[in-house]
Nanobody, 115 residues
């Protein structure tokens, strides 16, 4: 059983910053991929950023240079530092963990950027 608990969402003005956190608990493999996706109503969930336990990262083009993903493997926690936020970053942000070929999702946290 794997549980993912996200925190850090909220309302911020355009140009501001937020930091999301996601803590994984349960049966966590030492090698996995954790990251963030986001979804707005009527659209598919999309990749924001992911990071392996080895430190490899992948970012959506739309967030490169503004968002930074990091993780603390000892705490099974992944972070997303979001700077220079834009109104189009408004979405529900979901944490994802991939291990043993299975996807695990958090409950989501709302990020709203006001213009």
């Amino acid at each position: 059983q794997v549980q993912l608990v996200e925190s850090g969402g909220g309302l911020v003005q355009a140009g501001g910053s937020l930091r999301l956190s996601c803590a994984a608990s349960g049966s966590i493999r030492s090698i996995n991929v954790m990251g963030w996706y986001r979804q707005v109503p009527g659209k598919q969930r999309e990749l924001v950023a992911i990071m392996s336990t080895g430190g490899n990262t992948n970012y959506a083009d739309s967030v490169k240079g503004r968002f930074t993903i990091s993780r603390d493997n000892a705490k099974n926690t992944v972070y997303l530092q979001m700077n220079s936020l834009k109104s189009e970053d408004t979405a529900v942000y979901y944490c994802k963990l991939v291990q043993y070929g299975m996807d695990h999702w958090g409950q989501g946290t709302q990020v709203t950027v006001s213009s």
